[in-house]
């Protein structure tokens, strides 16, 4: 898993932090991972949803990732819906992991669907990154 | 005595101590009961929103949430910190030498517990405001965490009788076109100043007093917080935070459930320290 991480598309990029009930503290501030997988379950619900992920790792089995989104309430306002996301979808998805290297969660920073469309999570004057 | 004569003594005997007040009876056993107190109107009773009161310099109704232009960590309070007592350092250092392990100490939030004053308003979630003339009504979304600010002009509770909170006894007063929160009578465990960070505790001798006003235009307001803690901290803990008004946005509600955890694997990962 360690290796997959390695070789995933690492990108730096300054966030605001996405908040989840919990503290971000353990997660990246700013390091993110993509990695490209198919959907096991897409959760919408407060105070946050969450996107499980199966990925493959190197040795061709499948893991699980879990990552944490904001509440619908803001996803709402990035282009989200209830069923944006369903089982079986491949997606190519970027978070923030845990600082520990510990594999399966990550903080949900964009996803890339399979019709090409890219989703973020907030705007800004709601907390969200700023705009470019 | 004939049985006329007996039954007449009995029915004055009777009379005379049900006229005796209930505090002379306790008295004569030693017993002296307290004085009930008077029951305060309701902050929504008709007859205590009708009261001839000064207008209010400003009215808060509407959704606000805190302005993160200053930056990702604009909800936190600090750094800067007060110099903390031995026992509250001692959390401090523990949190901080496992921040750097990549692990959480602590963080109750995020297993469910209250957030409470004062990060429950800078959460990164709306707060709606209902202000009346007796009491403003703040609701975050976050854990719909309520908190009331008494207006009417009542004390804060007895501190013997109170229920100690997350959010605490919030009692304001207007001081020229600012209104002054005192907010006192906190729940002093699993509750923090910070979430995952610096880990200063809160006890039950916080006391954060909140100057708010609302900047010209109506379309921010502003609080600077003067926070105290004994226990924890020497002196005071001031910070302040301004909130931009939402108005395209209701709170909905949000509930910590039993569940959700379960697939949050980050919640039951070895990075949690409790």
């Given amino acids: ?132 | 005595m004939t049985m006329t004569g007996r039954a007449t003594i009995a029915l004055v005997l009777a009379a005379g101590l049900a006229a005796i007040p209930a505090t002379m009876l306790a008295q004569g056993r030693g017993q002296a009961a307290p004085p009930a107190p008077a029951e305060p109107l309701s902050a929504l009773a008709p007859e205590n929103l009708s009261k001839p009161r000064p207008k209010a310099p400003f009215d808060l109704t509407g959704n606000w949430f805190v302005d993160t232009s200053p930056g990702p960590d604009a909800w936190r309070f600090g750094p800067p910190y007060p110099k903390l007592t031995p026992k509250a350092q001692k959390e401090f250092d523990t949190g901080m030498k496992l921040l750097k392990e990549g692990k959480v100490y602590k963080d109750d939030i995020g297993q469910c517990w209250p957030a409470g004053l004062p990060l429950i308003m800078t959460r990164y979630w709306p707060t709606a405001m209902i202000q009346l003339p007796t009491a403003i009504y703040m609701i975050s979304e976050f854990m719909n965490s309520m908190r009331v600010v008494y207006l009417d002009g009542r004390q804060h509770t007895d501190p013997d009788i109170v229920v100690r909170t997350f959010n605490g006894e919030s009692v304001g007063r207007w001081e020229g076109d600012t209104l002054v929160v005192d907010t006192r009578h906190f729940r002093g465990d699993h509750h923090w100043m910070d979430q995952g960070g610096a880990s200063i505790p809160a006890g039950e001798q916080l006391r954060i007093v909140e100057r708010i006003r609302l900047l010209p235009g109506g379309k921010q307001l502003e609080i600077a917080y003067t926070m105290t803690d004994p226990e924890n901290w020497e002196g005071e803990w001031k910070s302040t935070k301004r909130f931009n008004r939402v108005n395209d946005i209701d709170i909905h509600e949000v509930e910590c459930l039993p569940d959700l955890n379960d697939h949050l694997k980050s919640t039951r990962s070895k990075t949690q320290v409790q």
């Fill in chain 1, 1 to 132: 898993m360690k290796k997959l991480i390695i070789t995933s598309a690492l990108v730096l990029s300054v966030v605001a932090p996405a908040f989840a009930h919990h503290s971000p503290a353990a997660f990246e501030p700013q390091k993110t991972i993509t990695l490209t997988g198919t959907v096991k379950e897409f959760r919408w619900q407060n105070p946050h949803s969450w996107i499980e992920v199966m990925v493959p790792n190197d040795k061709g089995q499948e893991v699980l990732w879990a990552f944490e989104l904001t509440s619908p309430t803001y996803l709402v306002r990035a282009g989200w819906k209830s069923n944006t996301l369903k089982p079986g979808d491949k997606v190519t998805i970027s978070g923030r992991p845990l600082k520990s290297g510990e594999p399966g969660s990550a903080i949900f920073t964009s996803v890339m669907l399979a019709d090409g469309r890219t989703l973020g999570e907030r705007p800004a004057r709601l907390g969200g990154p700023a705009e470019k």
